[in-house]
Nanobody, 124 residues
Framework: QVQLVESGGGLVQAGGSLRLSCAAS????????MGWFRQAPGKEREFVAA????????YYGDSAKGRFTISKDNAENTVYLQMNSLKPEDTAVYYC?????????????????WGQGTQVTVSS
């Protein structure tokens, strides 16, 4: 089993940037497709981005396209989410997730492992 720990959240003004990190341990990192999701109060968990195992193919949700970039460092067992041009509507708890498949899914139920989340707050 893999354990995931997110970091890098915080308070930022609109238009600013943050980089989230997700450190993985206890598994073979490159065997997992990794995803980022977010959940705002009273809303469902929303897909943000994912990066496929092996070839590192990426996929983004509509809210992330053009502003966010997902990447990973296999040597460090870490996946990143670079978030630029942040908006108040990006405010949410951001979660890292992992699943042992080559198929990128936007559905939270597909992912087997989750981190505890990191809060991102964007002020206007």
């Amino acid at each position: 089993q893999v354990q995931l720990v997110e970091s890098g959240g915080g308070l930022v003004q609109a238009g600013g940037s943050l980089r989230l990190s997700c450190a993985a341990s206890g598994g073979t990192f490159n065997s997992y497709t990794m995803g980022w999701f977010r959940q705002a109060p009273g809303k469902e968990r929303e897909f943000v981005a994912a990066i496929r195992r092996g070839a590192s193919i990426t996929y983004y949700g509509d809210s992330a396209k053009g502003r966010f970039t997902i990447s990973k460092d296999n040597a460090e067992n870490t996946v990143y989410l670079q978030m630029n041009s942040l908006k108040p509507e990006d405010t949410a708890v951001y979660y890292c997730a992992a699943v042992q498949t080559s198929i990128i899914s936007t559905t939270p139920l597909v992912y087997d492992y989750w981190g505890q989340g990191t809060q991102v707050t964007v002020s206007s």
